[in-house]
Nanobody, 123 residues
């Protein structure tokens, strides 16, 4: 079973950048979808970005053009580069993995979740 470990959260000002990291271990073979989700107080968990084994990326509209998901296969680390952050991006961010493909990209049916890392953006 894939194991995940996140880091990189913090507090920043609006307009600044932050990079989240998620180490991926115990992965064997086959298609694997890696993704980032977030959850704000009082809201449900929402999709942010996903990365398929073939390199296809998916972004939700609120983060398109500002966030970039990537995977370093040497370090086995998934990243979420977040630029031009705004207070609406404040949330607990989770990485997740599941065997297979990313579509449909919803918070349901994931094999493994990270513990979450907090991102706070002040205006």
């Amino acid at each position: 079973r894939v194991q995940l470990g996140e880091s990189g959260g913090g507090s920043v000002q609006a307009g600044e950048s932050l990079t989240l990291s998620c180490t991926v271990s115990s992965y064997t073979r086959g298609p694997l979808c890696l993704a980032w989700f977030r959850q704000s107080p009082g809201k449900g968990r929402e999709s942010v970005a996903a990365l398929d084994t073939d390199g296809t990326t998916t972004y939700v509209n609120p983060v398109k053009g500002r966030f970039t998901i990537s995977l370093d296969t040497v370090k086995n680390t998934l990243y979420l580069q977040m630029n031009n952050l705004n207070p609406e991006d404040t949330a607990l961010y989770y990485c997740a993995a599941r065997r297979g493909y990313c579509s449909p990209f919803t918070p349901r049916n994931w094999d493994t979740w990270g513990q979450g890392t907090q991102v706070t953006v002040s205006s």
